[in-house]
């Protein structure tokens, strides 16, 4: 059981850099795979990018890619999404998740523990 709390979100211009935090609730000696997605307001949910936690294997969405970092801090039990370059189509509530095991997971089913999610808003 994971328990999952977003922060970091607020209002940013385009081309600025914004980390969210998601705290975990409790470690675990086994591996999970946690992923950050978005969703911006009549649109799905979108994957962003996941990491496993013990062994760090990372995997991002294309239009991420070269801007947005995931890591975690196992000390201190929490990940991160670090945005640079933001641009007004990131603008979306963010949410953390976590799911049991390393199978790659880019689809919202594939995840069972969710944040309540941030709000991140990019302007032009």
């Known amino acids: 059981q994971v328990q999952l709390a977003e922060s970091g979100g607020g209002l940013v211009q385009a081309g600025d850099s914004l980390r969210l935090s998601c705290a975990a609730s409790?470690?675990?000696?086994?591996?999970?795979?946690m992923g950050w997605f978005r969703q911006a307001p009549g649109k799905e949910r979108q994957f962003v990018a996941f990491i496993t936690w013990i062994g760090s294997a990372t995997h991002y969405a294309d239009p991420v890619k070269g801007r947005f970092i995931i890591s975690r801090d196992i000390a201190e039990n929490t990940m991160y999404l670090q945005m640079n370059n933001v641009k007004p189509d990131d603008t979306a509530v963010y949410y953390c998740?976590?799911?049991?095991?390393?199978?790659?997971?880019?689809?919202?089913?594939?995840?069972?523990?969710w944040g309540q999610g941030t709000q991140v808003t990019v302007a032009s």
């Open positions: 998740a976590a799911e049991p095991g390393t199978v790659i997971r880019t689809t919202p089913g594939g995840y069972s523990y």
């Open positions: 409790r470690r675990t000696r086994s591996d999970y795979t």
